[in-house]
């Protein structure tokens, strides 16, 4: 994540379940997952292909 975001120039910000109820309860199951404008790109395994394709549209 960090190595894709920074070729692109893009920031990104890392939570953590564990301090958001709100968010453990809605991703415990996807953890590590990713959001793109709060649309959900990968989980689990986020492949840097990918990844970069998306935030490079």
Known sequence: MA???AELDLT???HSILD???L???Y???IPLVLVD???VGFW???PEH???ILSE
């Open 51 to 53: 990844l970069r394709g």
């Open 20 to 22: 958001d109820h709100g």
């Open 24 to 26: 453990y309860d809605q």
């Open 12 to 14: 990104w910000v890392e």
């Open 38 to 40: 709060e649309k959900i």
């Open 45 to 47: 395994r986020i492949d």
């Open 3 to 5: 190595t894709v975001c």
């Open 28 to 30: 415990w199951e996807r």
